[in-house]
Each structure stands twice: as C-alpha cells, then as structure tokens.
C-alpha cells in the first residue's frame, strides 16, 4: 500500500464527530500620536501571518489613511523581518512591534483589528481567541479546514460582535458584481444549473526528510496538525497535503463558489445532496486530489457542479444557466448568451447587491461603522462547507444527504464524523 493512500486513510481514520456578546468599539488613534501630518484618526492593526498572502494584506493596509499598522507576526524569521523593515520603511520610523507568537500580538490591548493570513490548518484558533479579545479582522480564505471550525469561528465571531472581512475579494470588483446582479434579477430567468471551475491540483516535487532551516519554527508552524519530520514544505506546497488543506478545491471555493452563492441569494444556506469522485496522487507525501468533480443539490431544485477547470465546458469561473440564457464570470472576462445581454442595466428599484470597490477599505469602512462587511463570515461558512462537503464525498466514495439548517449529514454517523478532526495538543478551541 502507499504512503499516500495510508495518508488519506489515516485522515478519514483520525476524523473526530463535531461537537458542539459582547462589542467592544475600536480604539481610535488620534492624530497627535503620528503627528500633525496623520489623519484625524486611525484603526490600529497587527498583522498575523505575512508572507504570500499575508504580505499583500499588510502592504494593502499600509496604503490606506484609516489604518495604522502597528504589529507583524510570523514563525518564519524571514519574512518576519522583511515585514517589520516595510512597516517601518512606509512610516519612516522604527515603531513597529514584531512577534513569534500570534497569542502576543491578541493581547495588545491598543491594536483594534487583526489581518490574518495563515495556513488553513491554522484559520481557526486565533480567530476564536481573538474574537473573544474583541479584535476585528480581515482573515484570508478558506475560512477554515473543517466544517466543524469555520462553524465555530462563525458562532464565535457573531456572538462577540466583531467586524469580519473575508478574503474573498471578487465580490468588490465589478464583473463579479454585474455578473450576480443579472442572475439575481432574473435576467436569465430560473436558474436550473451552475458549473464552478477551479484551478486543477498540481503537488509539488516530493521531498526528503531534511533539517529545519533557522529562520523557522516547524513545531509552532505545525501547530494543531498532526508532527511530521520536515521536508521543505511550509510555504506554497502545505496546500497540497490534507493535514492542513484541501488542495486547490478549498483554496478557491471561497471565491468561484462564493460568487455562485451570491447569485443565487445562498449566502446562509447549503446543498441537500453532495456526490462525487476525485484523483490522488498514487504515492509520495502529497495526497489532497489531483483532479475533482462534484455535484451539489439544492433544496430549490438547483444543480451545482464544482470541478477543476478541465472538466467543466468553459473552463475557470462562475457559470449560472437559466431558462433563458446563462452568466459567466472570471477574473479578467466575462461572457453571456444572450450576448448583448451582460450590457444591461440594473435599475435602482431592482435587486441591488452590496457594493464594494476596495475589498480592505471596505473592512476598515466597517470597523468605524459596525456595518456588516461585503463578505460576512457567514458567507465563509457557508462557501467552504460546499468545498468541504465535496472533499467528504469524494473520500467516501458515495452519495451525502445534508441539512443547512442543522449543518450535519441526514442519519450519517460515518461522514459525520468527518466534520471535524483532533488538534494536537497543547492546541484546541
């Protein structure tokens, strides 16, 4: 037998059943503190997680007037310093804090929100604690690695009145927009169908067993998952192994499948019925699938399937079909049949979405107002449990009934135990 097919065994083997406010305002900076220059006032931020994703974050929120970033955090020395040099490059002074441990960084009673950029397997931790601190935050997608903790962090989020931002950022461009007003409006009439494509998975080269360099800390980096030797992977290719992604599927199901929802007007609710099939690796350390395809049931009769891009008609996106016409939405281009019908517009008394146009100004719009963000993170939930209920069935081979309401398998012990998994200690929610 394999290593990887032990993996994904040991993965199903190790899942674990699903287990089972207050409002803090934001501490304002007034502008004597950065002196005459600064504006009147500024939302502090600490930045957990700061290179890839984490990087653009912080370089996005230095941009901006109403943020001031006080604090960088990472496990990887590397990019811990790169980070803190451009916060005190922007500033032009050496004020910023820098941190190994996130836990430091929640406890600053001065920093008003968080960015978070972090592993999946390591989404749902800080945000549990530091909704609890009464941070906002901006928290990259997927929302979480299990169903059982993106439920969690939701609950947790909602219950003490934080501010959530989604890093699901196609909701504020334009195409994306237009795209779900015209579905939502009926333009194409019922929708019958969806097809998502997503990037297909490609593992990176297996590795050795290899020392670990010193500008890491593997064990904190591991964290919740389960300890492993390293072998080089830590950055990019972590995306590749279960213990702490779902592959390509999870890792865009926040955005092609979020956009879906948003025409459908499916950002509090989920499928009825999931079946599918996947392609893993045959051996090595890599064992999230290759290629995907999955096919969603919605209480309203809509059919969703979320495939990698080579096996869905037209390829990367968003495509809702209707009886008069379909709608598809990518990054950079768009498409419709009618074809004259993506030039139509969207009255003032018709169905208007929320409207967004700078996915962080929009955060830090909302942590001075207490306004919902345009990617709440019930909208998170609600799009990684369609990833997630995928990867189930795809791992159990056979077809899943699902209630959104009670967010658990209809009479199904087997996958229900797969809503969650086990952390290693010390770490747990």
Known sequence: MSDNVQSRRRFLRNAVGASAGVVVLPHIVPSTVFGAAAPSERITIGCIGVGGMGSGNMNSFLDKKLAQVVAVCDVDKNNLNRAKEAVNKKYANSDCAAYHDFREVIARTDIDALSLALPDHWHSIPVVMAARAGKDMYGEKPLARTIHEAKVMRDTVNRYGRIWQTGSWQRSVANFHHGAELVRNGRIGKVTRVEVGLPTGGPGENKPVQPV??????????????????????????????????????????HHIDIAHWGLGFDSTGPVEIEGRGVYPKDGMYNVPIEYKFTCKYANGVEMVVANDKQVPKGMGTVWYGEKGWVHVDRGRQATEPAGLWN??????????????????????????????????????????????????????????????????????????????????????
């Open 213 to 254: 360099p010193e500008n890491l800390d593997w064990d904190f980096w591991l964290g919740p998952a389960p300890w492993v030797p390293f072998r080089g992977v830590y950055h990019w290719d972590w995306r590749w192994i279960m213990d702490y992604s779902g592959g390509q599927l999870t890792d865009w199901a926040g």
């Open 344 to 429: 139509e517009v969207i009255g003032p008394n018709e169905d208007r979405l929320y409207e967004s146009r700078d996915h962080h100004q929009n955060f830090l719009d909302c942590v001075k107002s207490r306004q919902k963000t345009i990617t709440p993170i019930e909208t998170a939930c609600r799009s990684i449990t369609v990833g997630l209920l995928g990867e189930i069935a795809m791992l159990l081979e056979r077809k899943l009934q699902w209630d959104p309401e009670k967010e658990l398998f209809v009479n199904d012990p087997e996958a229900n135990r797969l809503l969650s998994r086990p952390m290693r200690a010390p770490w747990h929610l």
